[in-house]
């Protein structure tokens, strides 16, 4: 994992492998310079879990956060390191926080429209979430209505699922004539959806 660091966690190569949820809030704090505490809290232990260390986990938030001039490295070392600190169980009650499965997504309270964590497939409008498909190369509308119905049924997941699929399909094919992992998994975490893509890549 030694490729994650506070640089590539930005780079269109690893962002490929972001589900909606994870590319929705890097690109919020990247366009702002903030996150608020759910959003960096979803995005950090996400990032975390991806192999981001705590140093260069540091290094990536404070850069963030002061590369529009909004707030110094000092404001910053006062008022959120701590926080990145505590992600990785090193202040406070020192809990290895495990980063939050999709079922841990949904039961936080929705995202204000100043907030980027959620699930997309919930809180996303129809025609964002379909801009946010087509950017990711879904346009046929057999798919699209698939999706949303899975929406319509708030079937979150499935529909995760379905989007890994569709983004993948060359990578299980190869994969599946090999012999290797060709059996189909259900996405119920954005690690998962991270890990399983990375793994198609090799
Ligand atoms: Fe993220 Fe899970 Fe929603 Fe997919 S279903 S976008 S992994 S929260």
């Known amino acids: 994992n030694s490729d994650i660091n506070a640089v590539t966690v930005t780079s269109k190569k690893i962002m490929s492998h972001y589900p909606l949820c994870a590319t929705h809030l890097q690109r919020g704090l990247m366009t702002t310079s903030h996150l608020k505490y759910t959003g960096r809290q979803q995005l950090g232990i996400f990032l975390k879990g991806i192999g981001l260390d705590v140093d260069e986990a540091l290094k990536f938030w404070s850069t963030q956060f002061t590369k529009n001039s909004k707030l110094t490295i000092d ?23 495990r980063p939050w499965d999709c ?6 309270p ?25 950017e990711r190369g879904i346009n046929s509308q057999q798919d699209l209505n698939a999706i949303m119905d899975n929406v319509k049924n708030h079937e979150f997941t499935t529909a995760c ?15 599946s004539k090999t012999g290797q ?6 996405i119920n975490h954005p690690n998962l959806y991270f890990d399983r893509s990375r793994q198609l890549e090799r």
């Not at 699922?161 to 994969?175: D, G, I």
């Open 181 to 186: 992992a060709a059996q189909q998994e259900h």
């Open 103 to 108: 079922a841990t997504i949904l039961n936080k």
């Open 110 to 134: 929705k995202p204000s429209s100043s907030e980027f964590h959620g699930c997309p497939y919930r809180d996303f409008t129809q025609a964002q979430l379909q801009q946010a498909l087509g």
């Open 75 to 97: 404001t910053f070392n006062k008022e959120y390191k701590y926080n990145i600190r505590h992600q990785y169980g090193l202040e406070g009650a020192r809990i290895n926080y």
């Open 161 to 175: 699922t379905r989007v890994f699929e569709l983004t993948h399909q060359k990578e299980l094919l190869a994969s």
